[in-house]
DNA sequence: TGAATGATTTACT
DNA sequence: GTAAATCATTCAA
C-alpha cells in the first residue's frame, strides 16, 4: 500500500523517524527498483541554517518544498550528482526529508548496470544520497514528482522498532554551525547499507 | 559578469 | 588521511 499523503502532514522529525522501514519504488522505463529506507535526515524550514530554504529563501530549485506534502525534491549537487528529499507540511512551509541510503529489495541487476558495479555486496548500490539517486534512477526529471500516484512511490511496512534506531547529528552540514548539528538524522543502526562513519570507528 | 561553493563519491597516498 | 571531478545556484560588484 502506499503511503497516504497524510502521512506527511506530521511533523518532519516525526516523518522522518517513521519513514525508516518504508519501501521506495521506481517504475521507470528500464524496469522497477525498489529498496528499504534505512537512513533519512529532517530539514526544517526558514529557521534551519542547514536547509535549502533557510531565510524563507525561495528559487526555482527549492520551489517544490514549498509546494504540497508526499511531492519529490530532487537537486543536483557538486556538479554530478542527485539528492532526493520527500516535502513534508503543507503548502508555504517548506520542510523536507532527505533519503540518504536504502537496502535494495528489488531490480538489483538494474541497478548494478546504473551504478557500474558488476559484482561487491548489495549493500553498497544504494549507500549515500548520491548513489541512491544513481541506482534508482532518479534526477531532475523526477523533481515534483507525486509519491503518492507518480512512477516514484513510497509503500508502507511494518514500524522499525526503538531498539534498532539511532538518532545522529546530520552529515556535511558543519559548515551552517552548531545549531545545524543537533539529532536530526535517523538511521537502521544494524544496517550495512548506512552512509558515513563505519560503526567501528563511532563505538 | 564573475567567483565561490556545496544536504557527494571515489580513488589515491 | 587528502584530493579531484564538475556545474547549478548564489552572492558580490
Given at each position: 500500500?502506499?503511503?497516504?499523503?497524510?502521512?506527511?502532514?506530521?511533523?518532519?522529525?516525526?516523518?522522518?523517524?517513521?519513514?525508516?522501514?518504508?519501501?521506495?519504488?521506481?517504475?521507470?522505463?528500464?524496469?522497477?527498483?525498489?529498496?528499504?529506507?534505512?537512513?533519512?535526515?529532517?530539514?526544517?524550514?526558514?529557521?534551519?541554517?542547514?536547509?535549502?530554504?533557510?531565510?524563507?529563501?525561495?528559487?526555482?530549485?527549492?520551489?517544490?518544498?514549498?509546494?504540497?506534502?508526499?511531492?519529490a525534491?530532487?537537486?543536483?549537487?557538486?556538479?554530478?550528482?542527485?539528492?532526493?528529499?520527500?516535502?513534508?507540511?503543507?503548502?508555504?512551509?517548506?520542510e523536507a526529508?532527505?533519503?540518504?541510503?536504502?537496502?535494495?529489495?528489488?531490480?538489483?541487476?538494474?541497478?548494478?548496470?546504473?551504478?557500474?558495479?558488476?559484482?561487491?555486496?548489495?549493500?553498497?548500490?544504494?549507500?549515500?544520497?548520491?548513489?541512491?539517486?544513481?541506482?534508482?534512477?532518479?534526477?531532475?526529471?523526477?523533481?515534483?514528482?507525486?509519491?503518492?500516484?507518480?512512477?516514484?512511490?513510497?509503500?508502507?511496512?511494518?514500524?522499525?522498532?526503538p531498539?534498532?534506531?539511532?538518532?545522529?547529528?546530520?552529515?556535511?552540514?558543519?559548515?551552517?554551525?552548531?545549531?545545524?548539528?543537533?539529532?536530526?538524522r535517523?538511521?537502521?543502526?544494524?544496517?550495512?547499507?548506512?552512509?558515513?562513519?563505519?560503526?567501528?570507528?563511532?563505538?
Amino acid at each position: 500500500m502506499v503511503l497516504p499523503r497524510s502521512f506527511y502532514l506530521q511533523p518532519t522529525l516525526v516523518v522522518a523517524r517513521r519513514l525508516l522501514g518504508k519501501v521506495l519504488v521506481h517504475d521507470g522505463p528500464q524496469g522497477r527498483v525498489a529498496g528499504r529506507i534505512v537512513e533519512t535526515e529532517a530539514y526544517r524550514g526558514p529557521a534551519d541554517r542547514a536547509a535549502h530554504s533557510r531565510g524563507g529563501h525561495r528559487s526555482s530549485r527549492n520551489e517544490v518544498m514549498y509546494g504540497p506534502p508526499g511531492h519529490a525534491y530532487v537537486y543536483f549537487i557538486y556538479g554530478m550528482h542527485h539528492c532526493v528529499n520527500v516535502v513534508t507540511q503543507p503548502r508555504d512551509v517548506p520542510e523536507a526529508v532527505l533519503l540518504r541510503a536504502l537496502e535494495p529489495v528489488a531490480g538489483t541487476a538494474l541497478m548494478r548496470a546504473r551504478r557500474g558495479l558488476d559484482d561487491g555486496p548489495e549493500w553498497r548500490l544504494c549507500r549515500g544520497p548520491g548513489a541512491l539517486c544513481r541506482a534508482c534512477g532518479i534526477d531532475r526529471a523526477l523533481n515534483g514528482a507525486d509519491l503518492v500516484r507518480g512512477p516514484l512511490r513510497i509503500l508502507d511496512a511494518p514500524e522499525i522498532p526503538p531498539s534498532a534506531v539511532r538518532r545522529t547529528p546530520r552529515i556535511g552540514v558543519a559548515y551552517a554551525g552548531p545549531d545545524a548539528m543537533r539529532a536530526w538524522r535517523f538511521v537502521v543502526a544494524a544496517s550495512p547499507a548506512v552512509s558515513g562513519p563505519s560503526r567501528s570507528r563511532r563505538e
